[in-house]
């Protein structure tokens, strides 16, 4: 008597507290920030268009520290999905030291596809995207589209130790 179980299979746990983005430049009123953490496929951020190649950011404030164990991104539904082609993901806790977490390099992405990264549980309040190489366009400027990012946080492991009950 006074025991209590549950079990839950395939739960996850999406981070919803981003609380700021800030970015190195936008194309112009429909591809802003703010497209990047609003759950819809239509439309994401996109740099501005360069004549010549230069470093791009996307910068989150999750607002709290998470436990994040997966990092999901998606391309545009388009033939030319102009999604970055050389970055690096970088995290903190606190803004004062950043840790290196993912680096893709000659990254060609398909259309409207989620590309996702696993990774062990690591406590992120801020992570940094910094686009070193962009996607070309046909007239040869560079530019780069991301529709949406999604974090999903790992549920801390609850202490599954027998404990006795004071009579």
């Not at 607002?63 to 995290?91: A, H, M, W």
């Amino acid at each position: 008597a006074g025991r209590y179980a549950a079990a839950f299979g395939e739960l996850s746990v999406m981070v919803s507290g981003i609380v700021q983005v800030e970015v190195s430049s936008e194309l112009d009123r429909l591809w802003v920030k703010e497209n990047l953490i609003d759950r819809r496929s239509d439309y994401g951020w996109s740099s501005a268009l360069r004549q010549k190649p230069q470093n791009e950011f996307i910068h989150l404030d999750l607002g709290s520290i998470n436990r994040v164990g997966e990092i999901r991104l998606l391309s545009k539904n388009d033939r030319d999905t102009f999604f970055p082609e050389s970055f690096r993901i970088l995290y903190s806790e606190d803004t004062i030291t950043y840790h290196h977490l993912i680096e893709e390099t000659g990254f060609m992405a398909e259309p409207g596809t989620w590309y996702r990264w696993r990774l062990l549980p690591t406590n992120i309040r801020f992570l940094k995207l910094d686009i070193a190489e962009g996607a070309r366009t046909r007239e040869g400027k560079h530019v780069s589209q991301i529709i949406e990012i999604e974090l999903y946080a790992v549920p801390d492991l609850v202490d599954k130790t027998e404990k006795s009950l004071p009579e």
